[in-house]
């Protein structure tokens, strides 16, 4: 079993900036493709960024150029800083990846519980 925990959510006026994190630990052999989704209310689940294994990055087109997605190979860590936060930033991110778990080396993906991030204008 793999598990993802999430931590650096919060509350932050418009402009400000957060630094989420997501560490993976548990039967992990490798780790293929990391990334952050979000869920406002009332809207689906959309890709805010993802990294590759190999370090490629992919941006949802609303917040390229204000978010940067990072990861510690070692740590089997995500990182998203967010800069220029803007209300409609709010919703619940969450934390992805993409893991070939043991002993099985079964690929599957697996989810973190959210956290929520809030931004006031």
């Known amino acids: 079993q793999v598990q993802l925990v999430e931590s650096g959510g919060g509350l932050v006026q418009a402009g400000g900036s957060l630094r989420l994190s997501c560490a993976a630990s548990?039967?992990?052999?490798?780790?293929?493709?990391m990334g952050w989704y979000r869920q406002a209310p009332g809207k689906q689940r959309e890709l805010v960024a993802s990294?590759?294994?190999?370090?490629?990055?992919n941006y949802a087109g609303s917040v390229k150029g204000r978010f940067t997605i990072s990861r510690d190979y070692a740590k089997n860590t995500v990182y998203l800083l967010m800069n220029s936060l803007k209300p409609e930033d709010t919703a619940v991110y969450y934390c992805?990846?993409?893991?070939?778990?043991?002993?099985?080396?079964?690929?599957?993906?697996?989810w973190g519980q959210g956290t929520q991030v809030t931004v006031s204008s």
């Open positions: 992805n990846a993409v893991v070939r778990d043991t002993p099985r080396l079964s690929l599957r993906n697996y």
């Open positions: 548990g039967s992990i052999f490798s780790i293929n493709d």
């Open positions: 990294i590759t294994d190999g370090g490629r990055t």
